[in-house]
């Protein structure tokens, strides 16, 4: 009758040292991070920026771009891209900044000869020009 009763009270006690309770998971945060993470999410969706143009943008991978400008003076940059901009309005420009100096990078072209014949062409108008390969935007499809 005791090797019984040992018995059934090795079983409970392994019974009980195997049994999981569900517990309870309270969350401890600040309410800003919430409301931090909502303007993060606005931002990155309606205003277009440099890193996050807002177009229709189906691929974004390796390819070539040509630098026009380089030079520490910031509206020395601005300028140029403006000069850019007024000859060739359906092509991208891109400024980044360095330190010391501003890049002006223009176009995504996806092979280098498509990069080569475009400088070939901005030859006689912009003096330094320099081909870079790096991650480009897809053109947009229409």
């Known amino acids: 009758m005791m ?20 517990g309870v998971v309270t969350e401890i945060k600040d309410p800003l991070i919430d409301s931090l993470i909502a303007k993060r999410i606005q931002l990155n969706t309606v205003k277009p920026t440099t890193t996050n143009p807002v177009s229709k943008t189906i ?49 995504d072209f996806r ?14 108008t912009f003096p330094t020009l320099f081909i870079f390969r790096e991650k480009i935007n897809a053109p947009i499809l229409d």
């Open 3 to 22: 090797k019984i009763y040992l018995l059934f009270v090795f079983l409970i006690c392994v019974n009980q040292s195997f049994a999981q309770t569900r």
């Open 59 to 107: 691929f974004n991978g390796m390819g070539y771009r040509v630098q026009i400008f380089y030079g520490s003076d910031r509206r020395v940059a601005f300028s140029e891209q403006t000069r850019f901009q007024t000859l060739y309005p359906s092509i991208r420009t891109y400024i980044t900044y360095k330190e010391p100096n501003y890049y002006l990078k223009v176009g």
């Open 111 to 124: 092979t280098r000869m498509e990069a080569q014949a475009f400088l070939n062409e901005l030859r006689g």
